[in-house]
């Protein structure tokens, strides 16, 4: 991660140019938000280097006090908070970031008023949330920034967060918050929802709305309504008698206002907006991976903000059931059977999420920030009693992201052979991403061929570069920058091998909905039948090329009688050895020039394969052998051409036939 080139972040930053140590854990979250379309108002951080700057030689006095805290002590602790406020109240801010904040946000258009609270690292994740522990100041006036700057560092060290950070045992010493400055909204209603139910777990939206600002809600000070939304979208409502509104003083600061007489009996909310908060804190889980306690706001035009997101903090004895977990090993067993070790497993989960998220990546050429921050790729397999499985929502979760899912979904849960079941959480997107991703699908549909040809190309090269050179006497370094030089050579290219998968799912579920349509009644396996002829797969050419050892062997009388012993390594010894065994040795070491990594759990970093144990191939020749079938049933059968004569008979309209 490069150093920040500027003294402020302002929310138009990129997502990849930044980091949750810069900019503390409730900003990383804003900055995420912005990035996954959400609405926020305009925010800039004084990223958190700043703190330790504007203390200079005092950041010492500071992290001397906290180790001298007594916490079972309570004046103790308020002392300590004492001391350090007067130190931090008396800091003086960079210049450099003092003349940044006179131009961008002290000289913004229109002098709004700012919201300045904290942001600090762990803050608002999912193990500390730091919920009202450090201060906001409200409805800051642009001349009062620098001060509410202060204010919000001082209370990073405040007595109930000294508290916090001894309970959680987190650290005292070098704590550098940074500060979040943002545009304040002229909100009508606002309050809090939690995307799941905070005591039990349940699947329901729990919402809390007050007439004028969040900080009523936050701060337990107005009447509240609160709004129950189940997972069908049922809505619940406790209407409560109100009397009071949050809002902002003309001189600076927030205060209490009476409501008129016809606003204290009448909902907060309507449908509709209720239904639109529900919707958005779906999306939010979605995005985030986890439930979700948003501060939401809607301005006098109807239009909904989110202010904050962050995780919720369930109590230890309550667990988040309403995230269905479903794991399944359909098709992932073929490539990783039995156990699998860590090392292997480590390294598929990497694999796929590099994979996957450059796939992605491409449909959308404008998020790819947004793509890049999902945390659902990096978690699509789960290694469960040494066994690899699917994680079946965070693939569903990552294949929403295409266009169309509905029309595929069952074409996939073909392809990887998993039963319909559990309808799972879908990402939603805005339409002009919907577009590019459509657009995008369209192109690949059209040049899967040639996207097929340049990946083999693209392998073909890589591999003979990289299997040249020498690495038997390579140290540890040398060895990884092989792997490294080889990660690079082909982690960004494997995403090809996805558009093939893609390409064939789509086209191979669209042919078996038009021979179901247009097709004989009699023959429901037509779209079977008219690909019985593929002769080019390149996952059968290790097979083949066994095949071709093994009808070698049972042509040759000599051969067959060398077969017909047990030790395996004798026999490789001997085809080694013998003159008049040079065409067979000459055949097994084609094989193994071209396939010699192409062994059984061929994908488990531990496995033996056949460059280093070249006698186990041995065994499989004589499985060959032993079928009395060499040669046979690896010839495509011709039943294809007998079917496309079917379909050209069957139908009689030429553009159906096209």
């Known amino acids: 991660m490069t150093p920040l080139p500027v003294q402020l972040v302002p929310s138009s930053a990129p997502l990849s140019g930044l980091s949750e140590a810069e900019l503390g854990g409730k900003a990383w979250n804003l900055h995420r938000l912005r990035a996954a379309g959400f609405d ?137 918050p940074a500060v979040i400055i943002q545009r304040m909204l002229p909100s009508v209603a606002a309050g809090v929802m939690f995307t799941r139910d905070p005591e039990t777990a349940d699947r329901r939206s729990i919402i809390s709305a007050a007439h004028g600002l969040c900080e009523g809600v936050t701060s337990d000070a107005v009447e509240t309504d609160t709004y129950l939304c189940d997972a069908g979208g049922a809505i619940e409502k406790r209407i409560a008698e109100k009397t009071l509104r949050i809002i902002s003083l003309d001189d600076g600061g927030v ?187 369209g192109w690949k549909l059209f040049t899967a061929r040639r996207t097929a040809s340049r990946f083999l190309k693209c392998f073909d090269d890589a591999y003979r570069r990289h299997a040249s050179r020498d690495i038997s006497d390579d140290d540890e370094f040398a060895l990884i920058d092989t792997y490294q030089a080889i990660a690079n050579d082909l982690a960004g290219r494997w995403r090809l091998t996805l558009d093939n998968d893609f390409c064939t799912m789509i086209w191979f579920a669209g042919l078996k909905r038009l021979c179901a349509r247009w097709g004989p009644a009699d023959r429901p396996g037509l779209h079977n039948d008219l690909l019985r002829g593929q002769r080019a797969m390149e996952s059968m050419a290790p097979v083949r090329s066994l095949d071709r050892l093994a009808r070698l062997v049972a042509e040759r009388p000599h051969y067959s009688a060398l077969f017909a012993e047990t030790d395996e390594l004798r026999i490789w010894r001997r085809i080694q050895s013998e003159d008049s065994l040079d065409a067979l040795k000459a055949a097994f070491d084609e094989h193994l020039a071209a396939f010699g990594d192409r062994s059984t759990e061929e994908l488990k970093l531990d496995n033996v394969g056949f460059r280093e144990r070249p006698e186990a191939l041995i065994g499989l020749v004589r499985q060959f052998l032993g079928q009395g079938t060499a040669g046979e049933g690896l010839t495509p059968p011709a039943g294809d051409e007998d079917a496309k004569q079917l379909l050209r008979r069957h139908l009689r309209n030429p553009f159906k036939r096209l």
């Open 255 to 441: 205060g209490e206002a009476a409501l008129p007489r016809a606003m204290c009996r009448a909902p907060v909310l309507d449908d509709g907006q209720i239904q639109a908060l529900n919707e958005t804190g779906r999306r939010a889980e979605i995005y985030f991976g986890a439930p979700q306690d948003i501060e939401w706001a809607f301005d006098a035009a109807g239009r909904c903000w989110l202010l904050q997101a962050r995780p919720i903090v369930f109590a230890a004895s309550v667990a988040p059931t309403g995230r269905l977990q479903v794991w399944d090993n359909s098709n992932i067993v073929e490539s990783y059977p039995g156990i699998t070790l860590p090392l292997t497993f480590s390294f598929a989960r990497k694999g796929y999420e590099t994979a996957f998220r450059g796939y992605i990546r491409g449909f959308f050429p404008f998020r790819r920030g947004l793509i890049d921050s999902l945390p659902v790729f990096s978690q699509m397999l789960g290694l469960i009693d040494g066994r690899v499985y699917y994680n079946l929502p965070n693939w569903y979760a990552v294949l929403s992201l295409l266009p169309h899912l509905d029309g595929h979904k069952a074409a996939w849960n073909e392809m990887v052979g998993v039963a319909e079941g559990e309808a799972f959480e879908m990402a939603h997107l805005a339409w002009f991403d919907r577009l590019c991703a459509s657009v995008r699908m």
């Open 40 to 176: 926020i108002p305009d925010w800039w951080v004084v990223p958190s280097r700043h703190f330790r700057t504007a203390l200079g030689d005092r950041a010492a006095a500071i992290d001397a006090i906290t180790d001298g805290i007594d916490f079972t002590n309570r004046d103790s602790v308020e002392a300590a908070a004492d001391a350090i406020r007067d130190i931090v109240i008396r800091a003086t801010l960079p210049a450099a970031l003092c003349r940044e904040l006179a131009e961008t946000v002290v000289g913004a258009a229109g002098k709004p008023r700012f919201a300045v609270r904290s942001s600090v690292p762990g803050e608002d994740s999912a193990a500390n949330s730091f919920a009202g522990q450090m201060d906001t100041v409200l409805n800051v006036p642009p001349s009062e920034v620098e001060a509410s700057i202060r204010e919000v560092w001082a209370s990073a060290y405040s007595a109930r967060a000294l508290h916090y950070r001894h309970r959680r045992e987190l650290a005292l010493r070098a704590v550098s």
